[in-house]
């Protein structure tokens, strides 16, 4: 498995981020080869004086449109500025309609040449706007991927080339898209593998100044790397890959393992200063002891997990099935490898050392014990009571998709966002979707009917502040018929039946390459394309985008085609959190279902599945609720330790729960019982989560605001979950005396009027 883990590739895979069988994602496959994917990088050259139209800046723009055609995975006929092919002017003269490049092949010459290009500029509302700024400061380059071919690594390093070669002062270049994205996530991944064995190395840090022993610090890393090896050794055997993003994940698994070894060394501790005869006996306590509770963590987390793979997303199943590899091997790598370790320990070997944490771990422990068994146990549940509803209710303003511009992966100030937010305020947006209008017959888009419509639709659709354009066929054949009447804008208008917008389609075409016209119909117009250009991909942007196409499409029905929603990233991202909202509830309700039913089985009772339930609840809640006050959407890249949060709220009470039995096994004292829980796995529970947390904190400082914001979550799930465990649920169980947990032993109260009565 060591072999086979050190074979498997970090990479991001665009495909694997796209919903099955979803019918915007399908339209997107369809006809992302003609109108462009969801793979687009812009480029804006910009310049600090002056404007655009000079010699140097122009050779910028020409020497970056003619590279990208080396890129790795480019679609060279998608390659558009004012020096390509592409940008074209309509000229009318005696001679007949001419349409040629505004700047292809050579650059303008002498201020004449420059003058002229700019008079064309200006004229053209396909070029003045969409490509070259209303201040004349800055232009666009954009180019479309083919999705199944591109290595965002290699695209990226050979982009930013370009743009490091052309950058000069005076002159600014700005790069946004996916794959320059991800290129990104791709460049941090060395830091991201540092924080990462960094973590890890102040794990073993915490854990020898708490344990201060050998075998309390050794044996967690030795069942952790063996769980980690397994899985990816497992996950190159499935032919999966690790994506940078999830990387977290993984972290949190590992440590799951290192939890559950923790609680067995802990254990093991006790029996030797018990008085147990060999190392050996005290392993075989500690294994039979906490068989029980560290099996249903390891099952209701698994479960957790697994419940990921039935959102229909291949990177989500990828993780689900990999996840719960990596949580089953805990049985080998913790449950039965750390006892097996244990039994050759010799007892009472410490490492000395001047610093010790012990007292003060001890010292919480004997606050939780008076909050416990003293009345302010009523003011923790009451305080619980009120957490709950109101973190509850506070959880509903969490937004599905992103919350904020730009990209959430990366932070506000990185370069890529600073970038985004200013090509979205100079232009009409980085983001597109296009709406395929599908005609029932060749021809379909010559009709003066469906022309109109795509108009109407247009205007529509732009009176939404979040699009900053639109672009369709309907916008050249005015310009066409325009250039027919010496340029006078009040012919700039469709044709007045399909044979003139025929004929005006051939003019625009004629001498023009094969190819010019994909991106706005295809070849027999019977299938075209509006592409609608948003300043951000926020999810409320986009779902309210997609509400307000169905409800034109709705009122606005063509005897001669129909909209098809919807391709280009904001199309792919409307399908990922549509399936996202429609089965996040499911998830969460199934990972619940699974849990209740770990703990009834477990437990023979019902009661148990819903006393378990309280702080998986609890610590939703609260996660849910701080996500939505810190903007962190629900989207593809949180869902996963969404779900394993899930687990995560409850495994520490297991523990807590399996003690309080274990000791009512030998008292009938349940104060007692409690007192002693806590004193023993309570320890166990406290130095787990003291340990996670303090190393997951180092996320913070990772240049990828994800990892961040995902580790941050996982800091405050494990909080709570530690909280739970350690307060709150003692106290119920000292109110409400469960019977699945205290059996016929009754109130100290209860006791003695049944005592009177006799």
Known sequence: MGFLATKIEVKTIFSDLLPKNHPYVAVNQKYKSTFGGSNLVTIMVEVDKGDIFNEKVLSKVQKITVGLQQVNGIDTFQIISIASKKLKEVRASTEGVETRPVMWPDLPQGEEGMARLRTTVLNNALIYG??????????????DFRDGEIDYSKAFNEIMGLVKDAAEEGIKIRVVGEPVLYGWVNYYLDETI???????????????????????????????????????????????????????????????????????????????????????????????????????????????????????IPMLEK??????????????????????????????????????????????????????????????????LFIFVTSGWYAFNLKVGDANPGSPILWPDSSYNMDATEINRQFQGSDRM???????????????????????????????????GSISVADILPQVRRALREGNPMYA????????????????????????????????????????????????????????????????????????????????LAAVNEVILAGQIEAIALALLVLVVCCTFTYRSTVAGVFFMIPVMLSNTITFSYMAWAEIGLNINTLPVVALGIGLGVDYTFYIVDGIREELHHSTNVEAAILKALRSAGRGVLVTAVTLIASVGLWSFSSVRLQADMGLLIALWLSISAFSALFIMPAIVYVFRPGFIVGNKAHPIEQAKSAMAV
């Open 130 to 143: 969409p490509y070259v700024s209303l201040d004349l400061k800055a232009t666009l380059i954009t180019a």
């Open 434 to 468: 296009f709406v395929v209008v599908a005609g029932k017959e060749n021809g379909s888009l010559r009709e003066p009917e469906v022309l109109q419509s795509m108009t109407n639709f247009q205007r529509y659709m732009e009176s939404q502040p979040e699009v900053g």
């Open 319 to 384: 993780i689900a099935y990999i996840g719960t590899v990596w949580i089953f091997s805990i049985i080998v790598s913790a449950l039965i490898m750390t006892p097996v370790m244990l039994s050759w320990v010799k007892p009472r070997v410490h490492f000395v050392h001047p610093i010790n944490i012990r007292p003060l771990l001890e010292s919480i422990l004997t606050v939780c014990a008076k909050i416990v068994t003293t009345k302010a146990r009523y003011a923790v549940l009451g305080l619980t």
């Open 493 to 572: 208008e469709l044709g007045n039946d399909a044979n003139e917008n025929a004929e005006l389609t051939y003019m625009f075409v004629a001498g023009s390459d094969p190819g010019d016209m994909d991106r706005y119909q295809d070849q027999y117009a019977k299938n075209g394309a509006v592409t609608l250009f948003f300043r951000d991909h926020k999810g409320e942007t986009i779902r309210t985008a997609i509400a307000r196409v169905q409800d034109y499409v709705a009122q606005n029905p063509m005897k001669n085609a129909e909209f098809l929603l919807a391709g280009g990233l904001v199309g792919v």
């Open 194 to 312: 540092k924080i990462f064995f960094a973590a890890i190395a102040s794990l073993v840090i915490i854990l020898l100044l708490i344990t201060r022993t050998w075998h309390g610090t050794l044996l967690p890393l030795l069942a952790g790397s063996i769980s980690a090896v397994w899985a990816l050794g497992a996950a190159d055997v499935m032919g999966f890959h690790l994506d940078p993003l999830v990387i977290v994940v993984a972290f949190l698994i590992t440590a799951q393992a290192i939890s559950n070894s923790v609680q067995l060394i802990s254990r093991y501790d006790d029996e030797i200063v018990n008085g147990a005869a060999t190392s050996a006996a005290a392993a075989i306590a500690s294994a039979q002891n906490l068989f029980k509770p560290s099996m249903l963590a390891i099952v209701a987390d698994a479960g957790c997990v697994l419940v990921i793979a039935l959102t229909p």
